[in-house]
């Protein structure tokens, strides 16, 4: 193994804060760029036109890239790091056969996207809908090349202690976006279609970033043409369950999105909801996930148990003292959430409504949502994708049930429903799943002990923050006091819950810094 530097030590909280403050800036900047597409495109047409044409490229990114090559591709590579074995030769024919495969799907995308439009939201067909998406997809579609190597790139980096560059990257692609909406707005052009165009241009940016950042790493990947070695196909083997695994959240959003084409204006509803969620989700689940991976790996590789053990609970127990506030504050008060943040422009009082009628749903199965995320490293660790590849099956086929059974009573509800449900199915799974791991996947005492006066903690901030919110009603409809009233429900809800927290127990002062020591 030929590096510039030695890969670093994973310090698991120190790697969460880094990861977490880049993808909250990037939640922010997403926030902006879809407050901006509400904006100009309300819930019409064009804005559901370019939730599916964006969600093609995103779906499949899932698959190919972090839901499935990455999950199998990092414990491999971690692993030779670990052993001092060529991880950059490794590296770079994994890349040289994912581009080959991705390159392939772009070419065979772009002269079949009308039936992938179709596959993504049938009850576009025969409206205008269909059309303005079959054209947005088919500029948006190469995105995938780009970010799809730009997450392998990512997934090298973070095996080797460096989060930042990979973290830092989804800003790049909304800076990119909100500039090309802001920018052909002020010169009267066609803000769809410059919306559209961003979307490539940003994947060259990001896929820039990660590789100057893994080249000065050490792991510098240069085109080359595809070598199926052994390894490479030990890794396609690993892969292939893990694109279920991995993408259930997207396969369950596919379903969702083709019951909501039928209802005009859903689609907008449930992305708006899925940015909200999708806050804490990837502030905090995604994350842990990011870092945990690498480190469960490599601590593998040195047959190291205990430190094993530890960083799963220590991952277990931050993702839910951040996670379960959220859940309650987005059950609790989700109108004043959507309506302050989204409620202007085209985008009207009745699609806030819808918006967080949809958004009360999903924030129920968040915890759940974000366990997956620290319960599939244990396995892919172990580089055991067909596991949670089942479990996948279970959960997608449920989804599939509730979605389309429930939509003639629930309507476009029924796809939040049915995503909820599915997920907190698949949690639970992959929980029990765990258990025969043995003491390495097994919670401690003190993950045990901080759980139910994490839950009480809670229970009273949601009380505090419904009573909050009656007292701020009439400054949550009024222009100019809309965003400091939102600021005092968030800001007073949670530090209601940490005091809580502290008062209770539920974690000290000297269990954080014996974690940052760990």
Not at 141 to 155: R, V
Not at 299 to 310: A, F, I, P, T, Y
Not at 475 to 492: E, F, I, K, Q, S
Request: proline share 4%; glycine share 8%.
């Amino acid at each position: 193994m030929t590096l510039a530097t030695k890969p670093r030590s994973i310090r698991l909280l120190a790697g969460f804060f880094t990861v977490s403050s880049w993808t909250l800036a990037s939640r922010v900047m997403g926030f902006i760029r879809d407050i901006l597409i509400a904006a100009f495109f309300g819930a019409g047409p064009v804005a559901e036109a370019f939730q599916v044409a964006f969600a093609l490229p995103n779906m499949f990114r899932r698959f190919f890239a972090e839901g499935a090559f990455n999950m199998a591709f990092v414990p491999m590579f971690s692993k030779k790091l670990e052993s001092g074995e060529d991880a950059r030769q490794f590296a770079q024919n994994a890349m040289a056969g994912l581009a080959s495969v991705l390159i392939g799907l772009t070419l065979i995308a772009q002269l079949f996207m009308p039936w992938f439009v179709l596959a993504m939201a049938s009850g576009f067909a025969g409206d205008e809908r269909f059309d303005l998406a079959t054209d947005f997809a088919r500029i948006c579609f190469p995105y995938i090349l780009f970010i799809s190597l730009a997450a392998l790139l990512s997934g090298v980096l973070n095996s080797m202690g460096r989060f930042a560059a990979a973290a830092a990257a989804p800003v790049v692609l909304n800076i990119i976006l909100i500039s090309a909406m802001a920018a052909t707005w002020a010169l009267g052009g066609n803000v769809a279609l410059a919306l559209a165009w961003g979307v490539p241009v940003a994947g060259v940016a990001q896929l820039a970033l990660v590789w100057i950042a893994a080249s000065r790493a050490g792991i510098r990947l240069l085109p080359q043409l595809p070598r199926f070695t052994p390894e490479i196909r030990r890794l396609a083997m690993i892969a292939a369950p893990a694109a279920l695994a991995g993408g259930v959240v997207q396969v369950n959003l596919l379903v969702g999105r083709q019951v909501a084409s039928y209802f005009d204006g859903a689609i907008q509803w449930l992305a708006v909801a899925d940015r909200l969620y999708q806050l804490p989700l990837g502030v905090v689940g995604i994350a842990i996930g990011v870092v945990l991976l690498p480190d469960l790996s490599r601590k593998l590789q040195s047959n190291d148990e205990d430190g094993g053990r530890h960083a799963f609970n220590r991952a277990t127990e931050f993702a839910l003292a951040l996670t379960l506030p959220a859940a309650v504050g987005l059950l609790v008060v989700p109108e004043a959430v959507v309506s302050v943040l989204f409620e202007r422009g085209a985008f009207t009082a009745e699609d806030a409504a819808k918006t967080a009628a949809a958004l009360s749903i999903y924030a129920i199965g968040l915890p759940a949502f974000v366990l997956q995320k620290v319960f599939q490293p244990l396995y892919f660790a172990r580089e055991n994708t067909k596991t949670p590849f089942y479990f996948a099956l279970v959960s997608m086929v449920l989804n599939a049930v509730l979605a389309i059974g429930l939509s003639t009573q629930f309507g476009y509800l029924a796809a939040a429903i049915g995503t909820t449900l599915s997920s907190v199915a698949l949690a639970v799974l992959l929980y029990f799943g765990t258990r025969r791991m043995g003491l390495a996947a097994a919670f401690d005492d003190r993950l045990l002990s901080a759980l139910p006066r994490m839950l009480v903690a809670c229970v009273i901030m949601g009380l505090f923050t419904y009573g909050l919110e009656w007292l701020l009603s009439d400054w949550l409809v009024t222009d100019g006091l809309r965003y400091p009233a939102l600021a005092l429900l968030v800001v007073g809800g949670t530090g209601v819950y940490f005091a809580a927290c502290l008062m209770l127990g539920a974690f000290t002062k000297q269990g954080l810094r014996n974690v940052v020591r760990r």
